[in-house]
């Protein structure tokens, strides 16, 4: 029975009630999304997943009630459907992702994914997202794929093989690309802060955006550099080309840059497009940290929107207002720590809002979520400064922190610090 058809034909293979996971990143399938909004026999349909990317149709306020989608882990697109109540989203660890899917604890129906174009020996991949889209893909009755020409094929455990597809549409589509923010003299003094903690030999995990990619751009004399990450983007290329991240001293799969996903734009999808050199794999084992803690000189940067004057660290939600998710972080920073002559970093600049607003905060705003905790803490760096927190009492983590503050906030933070803790 030939299994290839339009996205609606692939659609149709569902039925009310159904719990899909969504492929997400670069991964998202658009025109499968674009099918499943436009069918009204479709109802009760819950939708799991990570940063979904490009258009999506299901989360349109016309399909509200009909299809709703649960982030674990969000991105621009669903804030708003969440603060509205339309979509819910799920705290967890990256890590644990997988351990829903897999024992059932959230039992998946179907598995929305692209895929790559099969080999000769009819292995299709799971291109640029394997992160939970692994255990997804293996726990999911009915897998419905788009399988698109222009996907990056994939190594490490990302094989999907045709033959358990059950519906699929072919499509030739260019991948949404993340380019690769201007750097801002805080950024910048950042990024410096940073490459002067990270050593030869040491081995990287890094998020999106404009930190990590100045953190890449100031660290081309260093020697063998390694990546163990939960995702990489442009920045890492460039580190790779000029010879810095070699993988050599890395003891976890020596030689291979190790990823669960990639975003960026498209040199970063050319560079993994079928690279052995690239292992993509899945965020349960990326993101072990037993895993991570056996990687000498582990060295997490992780960004942060809010962070307390006894070191509490929010990430995934600005007050109540859900932003992003907790990701990797505490799976990084924990293992980091752990790791010998581990660095786990969290950076971010002193204010938001154009300046108008600090980030370092006596008290956190109500309804942010600590993602860090103050016990798991240990670098903080902002473009005024660097501080290790690990070892220090609330007293000094205060002192320490208003340095690290914006100048001019600096007298209130002290004022509100001396009120809070009789200092
Ligand atoms: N109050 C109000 N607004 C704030 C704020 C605060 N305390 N902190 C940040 N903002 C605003 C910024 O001004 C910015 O707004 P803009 O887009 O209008 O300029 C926006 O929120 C985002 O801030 P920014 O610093 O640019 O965020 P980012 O894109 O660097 O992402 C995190 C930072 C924390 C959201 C991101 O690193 C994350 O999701 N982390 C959690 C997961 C994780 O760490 N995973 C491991 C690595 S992938």
């Known amino acids: 029975m030939a299994r290839e058809s339009t996205a609606a034909d692939v659609i149709a293979h569902l039925r009310p009630g159904m719990r899909c996971f969504v492929h997400g990143a670069a991964a998202t399938p658009t025109p499968l999304l674009d099918a499943l909004a436009a069918d009204p026999a479709l109802h009760d349909i819950t939708l799991y997943h990570l940063h979904l990317d490009g258009p999506l149709a299901p989360l349109d306020v016309a399909h509200a009630g009909r299809i709703r989608s649960v982030s674990l882990f969000t991105g621009p697109a669903c804030r708003v459907p969440i603060a509205e109540g339309r979509a819910d989203y799920l705290p967890v660890f990256l890590s644990e992702i997988p351990g829903l899917f897999r024992t059932r604890a959230l039992p998946l129906d179907a598995a929305l994914v692209q895929l790559s174009p099969p080999d000769a020996h009819g292995m299709c991949t799971l291109g640029p997202s394997v992160d939970v889209a692994r255990a997804a893909v293996d726990s999911a009755p009915m897998l419905l794929a788009e399988i698109n020409h222009r996907l990056p094929r994939s190594h490490g455990d990302s094989a999907v093989p045709l033959s358990r597809v059950t519906a699929w549409t072919e499509t030739d589509r260019p991948l949404p690309e993340h380019a ?83 975003i960026g734009t498209r040199r970063v999808h050319d560079f993994v497009d079928d690279n052995p050199t690239v292992s993509f794999q899945p965020s349960d084992w990326t993101n072990d940290t037993a895993l991570i803690r056996k990687i000498p000189r582990m060295t997490a940067i992780n960004s942060a929107l809010q962070v307390d004057l006894t070191g509490q660290v929010v990430a995934d939600s600005i007050g109540h207002r859900i932003y992003s998710g907790i990701g990797g972080q505490m799976d990084f920073i924990r293992g980091a720590a752990r790791a010998e002559g581990g660095r786990p970093i969290i950076a971010l600049p002193s204010t938001a809002k154009g300046g108008t607003i600090s980030r370092i905060v006596t008290t956190l705003d109500p309804g942010a979520g600590v993602v860090t905790t103050r016990g798991h803490v240990h670098w903080v760096v902002t473009e005024h400064g660097a501080v290790n927190l690990h070892g220090l009492t609330l007293r000094e983590r205060g002192e320490r922190l208003i340095a690290l503050a914006h100048p001019d906030v600096r007298e209130e933070l002290r004022r509100e610090w001396r009120g809070v803790r009789n200092y």
């Open 180 to 262: 690769p923010t201007p750097e801002s003299p805080v950024v910048a003094r950042i990024g410096e802060l940073i490459a002067d903690l990270v050593v030869d030999g040491a081995t990287l995990q890094m998020g999106i955006g404009a930190i990590p990619d100045a953190v890449c751009a100031r660290l081309g004399n260093r020697l063998e550099l390694g990546i163990h990450t939960e995702m990489f983007s442009d920045g890492v290329v460039d580190l790779v080309e000029a010879g810095v991240i070699t993988n050599r001293r890395k003891p976890i799969l020596r030689g291979q840059l190790t990823t669960s996903f990639v």
